[in-house]
């Protein structure tokens, strides 16, 4: 039967089909085409059928769809979920409004405060203290009455939190009931979606899971009554969660969905870059409307404390770092400066290129300057969706704002003044997730995927001073190959918060922590013999709030292991320290046993194509290669374009590619990069922003040190 791999991406979808005789096929598409489809990922798999919009998927056709979506993110970024009450300990109404009062833009002069994600408030009284004694009993019949007023006025979401509740949820699970017996269809309980302490991250969490699933469960069901599961068009529906791991579509919620696309990414990324043996990796995704960076040394990482749009979420999360940089992102000229992002064009009306009136996006910098080349671009543009990349309208617009921004500089230089700022945001990026936590980046390799990544590589490659990039043949839809290659995962954490001392206790909890999360993996048909498990103590010192994670074992050993830790990521060990084990976390990993060998490919005779391409300040005559005819060995300098059919790769000036084993690229610089710059003391737009976004990242690099070296005293 047929698989399906999707990422549904805020520009394009992205599937990998994988045929009942086991060939690969891959599919890209508009994520938004309203005059053309409703439901991108339905349509492309309906076309990779060859089937039409109103045939019927026949019954055992499919047996597996494996789905990253950015549909909770979307909404969670409009601001487009669904209406939510809140419910909260008497006399904490604005709790969750006050926050922790940090301001993460330290230079914002005019603080503004995001959106709230609940429409209403409703205080409980009821209090339960730390140590579990009732202070005040809970209060049914003023609640009661409250949820009913409630369900009369629309509501059918609430989130409900309660102080102290992740280790005494009595009272918020009798609310639940109420809640359930008044009507409501979405009841997210804080202990549940976050059972660890801080009621204000555990409470957003709860309302971000309120807010979203009933959006998410709708979005669900479409797309599986569009490929017919009840009726045996779809065998399987599965899910990509933020932790890295599939679910089954029923057991996919609000807030496990925040980062299901870019999850996926990270998946292809480590497991495609290990069959060459490659264990120190940068991720670098760039897709239409944004960048997407990771790191890895050895094991996934994630962060279990998130802000995304604003809103604080206590989930286990794949460490993902995003920055508003992506082939979308609209180029302008304000305040003297020229700005890339942080506004994309999207799928519609997308860039100027694609023929639907939209404004100059970073795509249109590697139209101009010949790197994408329209006739090796798929014909999907303009109201039909037929047409090639439009030329000649980028070349006007750009004329135009060269003529706004004046001093004398050619539509090639502006577009590359452009395409640096672009690199510089995302190169901060990768500073944020390697060199700000201690990880020497010029020893790593860049695992580059997204539809836009190949184009840049090389460039954000040299500004971090890297000098290996790794490129998959599938590099163009890698997120979508990793949903396919993913396991099924769930994770269980406890709040725990006692000394090495108690380290008996901790495992009577874990073995409590794991047999959950077995459980739930085996309930999504996994065998037993198939599943591994992975425990985890979240350590930190006495006195301090900086948790690092560690593997659990004997005391000796994480003690070791964390001291390790600290001093590579801050820079000393914490002298005669009491540890206390703060966090603990299982997570059960069933294996799906699906791997993906890629063949050998072959050699062509024909000379490559030749074409027009400005790099380094002139217009450079290069080859264009087709990588699907490269062969083991073979080694193309730069500068060159080489064009394959999910992606095209820039290879740029002293770079050179070789083809290695399964059709993998992996890139070299073969001369160091010039550091050394002058720039004159005349006012130039590009530098005076790339200027701005180093000094800022600077600044961001030592509030972060500060920030992680605070200590309670």
Known sequence: MWQFWVDRGGTFTDIVAKTPEGELQTHKLLSENPEVYPDAAVHGIRELLGLGPDDTIPSGQIGAVKMGTTVATNALLERKGERTLLLITQGMRDLLRIGYQNRPRLFDLNIE???LLYDDVIEIEERIGADGETITALDTTHAREALSRAYGKGYRSVAIALMHSYRFPDHEQKLGQMAEQSGFTQVSLSHESSPLIKIVSRGDTAVVDAYLSPILGRYVKQVADALGTSKGGCERLMFMRSNGGLTDATLFEGRDAILSGPAGGVVGMVRT???????????????????????YAGEFERSFETEVAGVRMRAPMMSIHTVA????????????????????????????????????????????????????FPPVFGPNADQPLDVDTVRAKFEVLASEIGGGMSVEELAEGFLRIAVENMANAIKKISVQRGYD????????????????????????GMESVFIHPFAGVLSA???????????REHQFGLGFDKINDAEV????????AEAEVIGQGIPPAQITTVTMAHIRP???QQTLEVPF????KMTKAFETAHLQRFGFVPENATLLIEVLTAEAIGATGETVTLQDTGKTSSPPKRSQMWSNGKVRDVPVIDRTTMCIGEIVQGPAIVTEPTGTNILEQDWEAECVSGGNLVLRRTTAVARQEAIGTKADPVMLEVFNNLFMSIADQMGATLANTAYSV
Do not use: W
Not at 273 to 295: N, P, Q, R, W
Not at 509 to 516: D, T, Y
């Open 553 to 556: 074992e004997t005391m000796n």
């Open 113 to 115: 405060l995001p959106e």
């Open 509 to 516: 909890v874990l073995e409590r922590l794991i047999a959950a």
């Open 481 to 491: 190959f990793g949903m396919g290659l993913a396991d099924v995962r769930a994770m």
């Open 325 to 376: 940089a992506g082939g979308g992102s609209i180029l302008s000229y304000r305040d003297g400066r020229m700005q890339v992002g942080p506004e994309s064009a999207g799928a519609n009306p997308g860039p100027a290129a694609y023929r639907r009136g939209g404004p100059l996006t970073v795509t249109d910098c590697n139209v101009l300057l010949g790197k994408l080349q329209p006739d090796l």
């Open 441 to 464: 980046v010029t020893k790593y390799t860049m695992n580059c995927f997204g539809g836009a990544g190949g184009q840049h590589a090389c460039l954000v490659a040299d500004a971090l």
């Open 273 to 295: 870059a290990a069959e060459l043996g490659y264990d120190k990796l940068i991720g670098f995704d760039m897709g239409g409307t944004s960048t997407d960076v990771c790191h």
């Open 542 to 544: 006495d006195g301090a």
